[in-house]
């Protein structure tokens, strides 16, 4: 009976876990944000998972009106920060079980643009430095 418990257990618990993540291996992301030309401090930065296949590792603002092609079924980022005082934003983010491809998203009042895409293309050694983000 006790075993017969024991097993119940753990079969209950492996049903209810839905892990999307692998929590060993983590990209570093770096970079700033701007706005008007000038830092852009206190400013939210998350990474979101995409189902997008970009052909480069260009990271550039994505059109607000092309969102079918990087959507996503997540219902929070898988990493955030908030930019220091002189708009630099370091954050690492772990590997998402279905996709390895990222997008980020500036967040500061009511602005708000969305940059991608962090893949293969882009990244090297578990990092990548995205640059200068204008908001």
């Given amino acids: ?3 017969a418990g024991l097993f119940l257990l753990g079969a209950v618990s492996l049903i209810g876990c839905t892990d999307y993540y692998d929590g060993g291996e983590r990209t570093v992301l770096e970079g700033r944000v701007i706005s008007n030309g000038q830092p852009l401090p206190y400013a939210k930065v998350e990474v979101w998972p995409s189902p997008a296949a970009p052909k480069s590792g260009i990271i550039s603002e994505l059109n607000p009106y092309e ?8 219902t929070a980022p898988i990493s955030s920060v908030t930019t220091d005082a002189n708009g630099t934003v370091s954050l690492s983010f772990p590997k998402n079980t279905s996709t390895t491809v990222y997008f980020i998203r500036v967040i500061k009042n009511n602005d708000r643009k969305d940059f991608g895409f962090i893949s293969e293309f882009n990244t090297v050694n578990h ?5 200068t983000l204008n908001l």
């Fill in 67 to 74: 969102y079918e092609n990087y959507t996503y079924n997540y």
């Fill in 1 to 3: 009976m006790k075993k």
């Fill in 127 to 131: 990092y990548i430095n995205v640059g």
